[in-house]
């Protein structure tokens, strides 16, 4: 999730770049135009730093709070600052194949069974939920042919919803050894996923376990 943030940022800011360095744009600039869809852009971008920091300190204080030594050090080798100071996609990618982050088992019964991270996941939700919100209400208002004598950008290169599930591997891992962890763990974290559509209702056991569960949002 941190890294398609980032992605997100980047895309955000390329986009930016580009009109700043468009004489025609500039010329339509001083000639009163609005730009709507800078303005757009603008904000998707600081609203993307925003999210992509909140849930960073939030899982640092996650992580820091369990003790764990495993998890602690992904914070320690300055994994999260790395892809934060990523800038462009393609450093973005190296950084993740170069610090590919496993989890250990141990760190695993610490993630599944704390109540302090499950709390996080569901503030987090919702977040996420309202950022991909914005992100799908921007790319419908602008997936429109544009007749313009500056350059526009094709919706190819807009940022994109954040897809997939929510747990706390996905928001720390890269993409390639997050679904190995998942599927390797006897005791997977409960997952939400931020799909528009609506989940299948499925029959639960009940349990006497105490541990908080995570609720769905979606």
Do not use: C
């Not at 820091?64 to 992904?74: E, F, G, P, Y």
């Not at 897809?163 to 720390?172: P, R, V």
């Amino acid at each position: 999730m941190i890294v398609k943030l980032q992605e997100n940022i980047i895309k955000s800011e390329k986009i930016l770049r580009d009109f700043e360095d468009d004489s025609i744009y500039k010329f339509y600039k001083m000639l009163g135009g609005k730009g709507r869809f800078e303005n757009s852009i603008r904000n998707i971008s600081i609203n993307s730093i925003n999210l992509r920091n909140k849930i960073i300190v939030d899982i640092e204080a996650t992580i820091r709070a369990t003790n764990n030594k495993d998890l602690i050090s992904i914070i320690e080798n300055n994994y999260f600052s790395q892809i934060t100071n990523a800038a462009t996609q393609e450093s973005l990618i190296r950084i993740v194949n170069l610090n590919s982050v496993s989890i250990p088992p141990t760190a695993m019964n610490i993630i599944t069974q704390d109540d302090k991270v499950i709390n996080f996941i569901n503030s987090i939700s919702t977040n996420i939920n309202n950022y991909n919100n914005e992100i799908s209400n921007f790319r419908q208002l602008w997936n429109r042919f544009k007749l313009t004598f500056y350059s526009f950008p094709p919706i190819q290169v807009y940022p994109e919803i954040l897809d997939g599930q929510i747990n706390l591997i996905n928001l720390i891992q890269s993409h390639n050894s997050s679904a190995n962890i998942a599927t390797s763990s006897n005791s997977p974290i409960t997952q939400i996923s931020t799909s528009n559509s609506p989940p299948k209702k499925q029959k639960t056991k009940k349990s006497n376990s105490s541990t908080q569960k995570i609720t769905n949002k979606f």
